[in-house]
């Protein structure tokens, strides 16, 4: 029953969203079309609200008489996991995004603002309607299964976890907002009109989903850190990249947003990169999705998904690209400005961020050029993107610490540098002590003494300009505080958001200097020690629980003869799916992290032991990563505060 | 800014997809079912039955007839999706199975339950005979002629649709 209505309401769903896109080109709907869009919009976002209540009714109640269901859920599942595995596979995640796209839609269609509000309106309905279809013809998840199976097939082990209930709906937050700076580029290109109203409005939408996006990074990076088992946060892997390289798109826009609406600089710019954001957005999805990727995300890959998606890519942005190629040029930007100064700054900002994204591309897409041009195989790893990816994030963090301190328009260095002779001492100061630090710990010269150096230059340079401002020493403390109460929002969103990225260069760089690995094969009552703790094995058992069967290893953690810790680790059977996970458990300290994997049995070895295959992993600093992912995205929140404020204030006037 | 800057991200996208557009049609045209293996004799294996008492399995058996083999195994799901379509595919050449990795207990608790479409079925626990098949991962499918030799390969489940238009038509003499 409840698929039935499902399926109706994606008719409803497509039907609306056409109507979106429809009303204001038909000449005969003139004056009442914007109502009608707003209604469109309404009816969209109901549509797919019950179409998702729909399949997640059919997940709870296990109806195997739906292919989806049958695939990736089992009755044995526990409750949560049922819910949650509703959008833990393609068709479910390609429909809670389809509603989050719907969900914007609607939001700016009731809260949003713009002179060009219709033709928006007119081009989110082109996207959403793409993107229902795309549900609808390629991947419905509300397809029949006959004969009705008796039981279902199990979701995947590795995706029963909490983190990835959360990680695709957080990174969709982010995905699906982007099409609103695309419509909003696509509108303003129309009309030629890129300016600093367009900046203005078009900024919260981009700040939110943003904020969301470095959230759902975080979170799957988090997820992979606690499940896959592999001691690491970060891959490189082709989906986590296509993750990332919007986010640095984004974070472009965000910027030079900023300036259009400061300076009325860059209007081409800007627009150039909101349709940039949904593009790599976009492309990222269609990489994963169609196949044309191999990586350790397995989404079900069928061509003809990948056929329509490509399809749809071309329309939405050959006509944006072919529409700015026409417009660009006509665009009028602001006064000049001079390479030393705040604009040139961003500008350079902007430049290195796409360069990341365009490194991350290359080296994402780069086995299939060649696979297409000259029939090669080849696979791209860590290697590469850590040369590529360490001397541009070394620039960024160099000229974080310098740009945002320039005056508009134009600025002097000498006189920077003299204005600011000892609050630029401390960051230099702070800079030689991290290199020399670092160095000395490692016992010559490593690239983390630099990254090191770097993050501290880009911390202190933050909180120099801090003290500064607020007059610290040169006045009274009360005082001081005043004024640091008294510094405008969009100030602190940029602090936090930049104290951020030097946190997690500080902590990534400290992971990496000091994380430590051991494998080895151990028995029961054996003892190994690693970066000064202890690890005793002391049991392992088997036993059945929920749905899996479970070899727990039992381990103690212990520091100078005291012990901190019992660790779990489990390598589980599930017995549905017959597949096999290991499950690391971790010891949480608010520095170090302690992470232990159990394998299976090994009888034969070279020197003929036997014993269980253990894996250690000490974690440095792993906290501090997530800390400053978080830190990153309360800056765009913070940001988005201030967005709303004003914009009460403007009311009241 | 020059007229060139401002068309040069459109000719970069009409690239990009065009370079996407042949990598997934090239991929539909059987890209991923060549092998280097088509046009030549079964490679010499040879396996003990994974049933007891059944005959061993090896490559002299793939001569005078249609036949196929099938890569398997009792703990691979997408195989229980296949094993419907295997069912009515017995009806019409004989296959041939090799049970990948698996306990011989597993395996005759899943013949008995779903049914058996196997002709024989050879027992690969070290992965001998996959090894020298070039395989993928389970399931996975090759069509041989009436030479023995290796016309088509198929990684991954096999379906109606697989049947009629990929193996039906590659299988009744022209």
Known sequence: MAANLGEIVLIFALLSSFLQFYAPLNKSFSGRSLILQKFSAKILLISLLTAFSCLIYSYIISDFSLANVYRNSHSFKPLLYKITGSWGNHEGSMLLFALIICGYNFFYSELGRSEEKKIILCVQGAICFGIVSYVVFTSNPFERLFPVPETGLGLNPLLQDIGLAMHPPMLYLGYGGFSLAFSFSVAGLWVKKIDKNWARDLRPWVLISWSFLTMGIGLGSWWAYRELGWGGFWFWDPVENSSLMPWLVATSLLHSLVVLEKRQEFPAWASFLAILTFCVGLVGFFLVRSGVLTSVHSFASDPYRGIFMLILLAILFGFALTLYSLRASSLKAGGNFAFVSREGGILLNNVLLLTLCGTILLGTLYPIFLEVLVGERVSVGKPYFNVIFTPVAFLLLFLGAIGPYLKWKKDDLAKLSKKRAIPLLIPLLFFIAAFAGIWWAKGGFTLYAPALGLAFWLLTAIIADISDRIKLFSTSIKKSINKLKDLPLSYYAMVFAHIGVALLAISITLLSAFEEDKELLMKAGEKTELAGYEITFLESKLGQKEDYLARTGKFSVSRNGKELAILLPESRIYIVQGSSTTEADIYYTPITDIYIVIGDKAYETREGKEGFSVRIYVRPFMNLVWLSCLIIAAGGFIALTENIKNRGKKKKK | ?174
């Not at chain 2, 041939?96 to 049914?115: H, M, P």
Request: aromatic residues 12%; glycine residues 6%.
């Open chain 2, 1 to 174: 800014m020059t007229r060139f800057w401002v068309i040069f991200p459109l000719l970069l996208f009409i690239a990009f997809t065009a370079v996407l557009a042949a990598r997934l049609v090239s991929h539909n045209t059987g890209y991923f079912k060549q092998s280097p293996l088509i046009g030549k004799d079964v490679p010499s294996f040879s396996l003990p039955s994974a049933i007891d008492g059944d005959e061993n399995l090896d490559n002299n058996e793939f001569k005078g007839r249609f036949s196929a083999i099938n890569i398997f195994a009792s703990w691979c799901i997408s195989c229980r999706y296949e094993h419907e379509h295997l069912m009515a595919l017995s009806k019409i050449i004989p296959i041939y199975g090799i049970d990948w990795k698996d306990e011989k207990e597993d395996l005759k608790q899943w013949l008995d339950r779903w049914g058996n479409p196997y002709k024989k079925i050879g027992f690969d626990k070290n992965g001998e005979a996959v090894i020298a098949l070039g395989v993928t991962g389970a399931p996975e499918t090759f069509i041989i002629n009436e030479e023995g030799k290796i016309i088509f390969r198929y990684p991954g489940p096999i379906d109606a649709d697989v049947i009629k238009n990929e193996i039906m038509p590659r299988i009744t003499t022209k």
